[in-house]
């Protein structure tokens, strides 16, 4: 089945940039996702990317997908102290199946 | 739009009892899932619900776990009995897409704790 691996932790300095990794196993992803999790919530959708595309952005997020190496990254601009929480990757196969796989995701801490 | 209702908030009992949990998606939202998340780690699903009908329950532990989406709203996932294991924040989430090109919209969980 699909294993989704980020590393545990980041740390950064306000305003500046935090790029965030995720690997993924399954070639057959179809839709792949960024949520945020704050301490006490529930998972918030920040941003996905269809596996046809290499790049999105929305404001201060950046996705860049490698296909060929199962590569997914999230890219903050700008970091605030308010984009302190755990990032969850997370891959669906499409297809029929729907499913999520997540990784465990990586706390960011933004120093001020 | 109002979000995904989950109750309990939270929810303490002890290992052998039973234990519900209740979950109103986003109205409209056919597809209804139940996801596991022990601390440290990513959410796992539980189950798929496409109307009142299950889609996947391959990681569902059958011998104590259940749940039912009777009218293709609201949903309840109980455990019976209740193992040490099983303490897990159990998060709820509903699509409207099923091919889940809209991301899923995530309650915000009920934390339980089995002593």
């Known amino acids: 089945g699909e294993d989704v691996e980020q590393s545990l932790f980041l740390s950064v300095r306000e305003g500046d940039s935090s790029v965030i990794n995720c690997t993924y196993t399954?070639?057959?992803?179809?839709?792949l996702y960024w949520y945020k999790q704050e301490p006490g919530a529930g998972l918030q959708l920040l941003t996905y990317?269809?596996?046809?595309?290499d790049m999105k952005q929305d404001q201060r997020l950046t996705v860049l997908l490698n296909k060929k190496d199962k590569h997914l990254s999230l890219r903050i601009a700008d970091t605030q102290t308010g984009d302190s929480a755990i990032y969850f990757c997370?891959?669906?196969?499409?297809?029929?199946?729907?499913?999520?796989?997540f990784g465990k995701g990586t706390k960011l801490s933004v120093i001020p | 739009e109002a979000g995904v209702a989950q109750s309990p908030r939270y929810k303490i009992i002890e290992k052998r009892q039973s234990v519900a949990f209740w979950c109103n998606p986003i109205?409209?939202?056919?597809?209804l899932y139940w996801y596991q998340q022990i601390l440290g780690q990513g959410p796992k699903l539980l189950i798929q619900?496409?109307?009142?009908?299950?889609?996947?329950d391959s990681q569902l532990p059958k011998d104590r776990f259940s749940a039912e989406r009777l009218k293709g709203v609201d949903s309840t996932l109980k455990i019976q009995p209740a193992k040490l294991e099983d303490s897990a924040v159990y998060l709820c989430?509903?699509?409207?897409?099923?091919?889940?090109?809209?991301?899923?919209?995530f309650g915000s969980g009920t934390r339980l704790t089995v002593v």
């Open positions: 989430a509903s699509s409207l897409d099923p091919g889940g090109g809209d991301g899923y919209t």
């Open positions: 399954d070639s057959s992803s179809t839709y």
């Open positions: 990317i269809f596996s046809n595309m």
């Open positions: 997370a891959a669906s196969p499409g297809a029929g199946s729907y499913q999520l796989t």
């Open positions: 109205s409209g939202h056919a597809t």
């Open positions: 619900f496409q109307n009142n009908g299950v889609v996947d």
